[in-house]
């Protein structure tokens, strides 16, 4: 079938006046029967830029030259959406801002994004951008920090030694997220070292409040003690041990609240 295409499409170049219309009908025949306009028209991530740049209609209305610039482009923008998806979830997706979307009409900027997208099993993400919004990751909205998502969770779920995947998405609910799985943990450690130690400190200050609180009352008992003591042995008069124990109680409430 590939063969009577191009030999019909010879056969016009011939037969055609305007050569010109003719090499337009080759490079339209090429790119739509390729292998990469295909598989680009099935690309859910770059659903919008397909429809856009390829087009069966907006092909049919560019020049030649911009049709050899399309049919340059297709290869790296197959191989574009590839590596973008497996980023996110496996790579250094988390590092792209704003100013790496790319011109999608321009080779030159594909190419460096290619370049500058890293893949790698040994790296992984948490991350709810599907392919259907895969070009998400470019956008300064979405939180591509483990920090910050980490702080968003509830103190509920913080505490616990172990947080799952399912968890993260529950509580970020729409909120777009993708960020390395270590950079996560090691803030989860981090902030559980911190709630040990901060666990610690309060239980050590309780205990010292505590000993000094039965440490005034034991001073208080003394000092009544030693005032009573004093009137059963006829040292105080039984009114000045009244107005004795009336000051020392005003003193004792002032002593146990402030002192």
């Given at each position: 079938?590939?063969?009577?295409?191009?030999?019909?499409?010879?056969?016009?170049?011939?037969c055609s006046?305007?050569e010109?219309?003719?090499?337009?009908?080759?490079?339209?025949?090429?790119?739509?029967?390729?292998e990469?306009?295909?598989?680009?028209?099935?690309s859910?991530?770059?659903?919008?830029?397909?429809?856009?740049?390829?087009?069966?209609?907006?092909?049919?209305e560019?020049?030649?030259?911009?049709?050899?610039?399309?049919?340059s482009?297709?290869?790296?923008?197959?191989?574009?959406?590839?590596?973008?998806?497996?980023?996110?979830?496996?790579g250094?997706?988390?590092?792209?801002?704003?100013?790496?979307?790319?011109?999608?009409?321009?080779?030159?900027?594909?190419?460096?994004?290619?370049?500058?997208?890293?893949?790698?099993?040994?790296?992984?993400n948490?991350?709810?951008?599907?392919?259907?919004?895969?070009?998400?990751?470019?956008?300064?909205?979405t939180?591509?920090?483990a920090?910050v998502?980490?702080?968003?969770?509830?103190?509920?779920?913080?505490?616990?030694?172990?947080?799952?995947?399912?968890?993260?998405?529950?509580?970020?609910?729409?909120?777009?997220?993708c960020?390395?799985?270590?950079?996560?943990?090691?803030?989860?450690?981090?902030?559980?070292?911190?709630?040990?130690?901060s666990?610690?400190?309060?239980?050590?200050?309780?205990f010292?409040?505590?000993?000094?609180?039965?440490?005034k009352?034991?001073?208080?008992?003394?000092?009544?003690?030693?005032?009573?003591?004093?009137?059963?042995?006829?040292?105080?008069?039984?009114?000045?041990?009244?107005?004795?124990?009336?000051?020392?109680l005003?003193?004792?409430?002032?002593?146990?609240?402030?002192?």
């Amino acid at each position: 079938m590939k063969n009577e295409r191009e030999k019909l499409i010879s056969l016009l170049c011939f037969c055609s006046d305007d050569e010109t219309e003719a090499t337009k009908l080759q490079l339209l025949t090429s790119i739509m029967q390729s292998e990469d306009y295909d598989a680009l028209s099935k690309s859910v991530a770059l659903k919008r830029q397909f429809e856009d740049l390829y087009n069966s209609t907006k092909l049919e209305e560019l020049s030649n030259s911009e049709l050899k610039n399309r049919s340059s482009l297709l290869h790296k923008l197959v191989s574009f959406n590839k590596q973008l998806v497996q980023s996110i979830y496996s790579g250094n997706g988390p590092e792209m801002t704003s100013e790496d979307m790319p011109d999608f009409t321009s080779l030159k900027s594909l190419t460096k994004l290619c370049n500058k997208l890293s893949l790698s099993h040994n790296i992984e993400n948490y991350s709810n951008i599907s392919e259907n919004n895969a070009l998400a990751i470019f956008s300064d909205t979405t939180i591509k920090s483990a920090q910050v998502c980490f702080d968003m969770l509830p103190i509920s779920i913080t505490k616990e030694e172990s947080i799952d995947e399912a968890s993260i998405k529950q509580y970020m609910g729409n909120t777009l997220y993708c960020f390395n799985i270590e950079e996560f943990h090691a803030c989860h450690n981090r902030f559980l070292d911190f709630s040990e130690k901060s666990e610690a400190i309060i239980a050590k200050e309780k205990f010292r409040r505590r000993k000094h609180r039965l440490l005034k009352i034991a001073v208080v008992m003394v000092c009544f003690g030693a005032i009573y003591a004093c009137s059963q042995f006829g040292l105080f008069s039984d009114n000045f041990t009244s107005m004795l124990i009336l000051v020392m109680l005003i003193m004792a409430i002032l002593f146990l609240l402030w002192g």
